[in-house]
């Protein structure tokens, strides 16, 4: 089992990122999926959920409007577009199978900072 997060970086207040997370060695496309986020000195939080299909999606209160959770099962894989970025917003982000379900090793993730 594999996840393998990237497309972080710095990046200005209400500025954009789009994370990106391929994953190998378990059935993907038929599991709910999360990306999770961990600021330092806090537990890790998720921020986004998706179905299956894509029918549904579901958002922190802290991220809803801002953030859009999307995958391609074809492909293994997993996106967030954030906008409108915030400072708080800054943390590592992860992903994995939704709470829930039986959660995978965790991969590095990818780092975002929101700074001027």
């Known amino acids: 089992v594999q996840l393998v997060e990237s497309g972080g970086g710095l990046v200005q207040p209400g500025g954009s990122l789009r994370l990106s997370c391929v994953a190998s060695g378990f059935s993907f496309s038929i599991y709910t999926m999360s990306w999770y986020r961990q600021a330092p000195g806090k537990e890790r939080e998720p921020v986004a959920t998706i179905t299956p299909s894509s029918g549904s999606s579901f958002y922190h209160d802290s991220v809803k409007g801002r953030f859009t959770i999307t995958r391609d099962n074809a492909k293994n894989a997993l996106y967030l577009q954030m906008n409108n970025l915030r400072p708080w917003d800054t943390a590592k982000y992860f992903c994995?199978?939704?709470?829930?379900?039986?959660?995978?090793?965790w991969g590095r993730g990818t780092q975002v900072t929101v700074s001027s």
């Open positions: 994995n199978v939704a709470p829930g379900d039986e959660i995978r090793p």
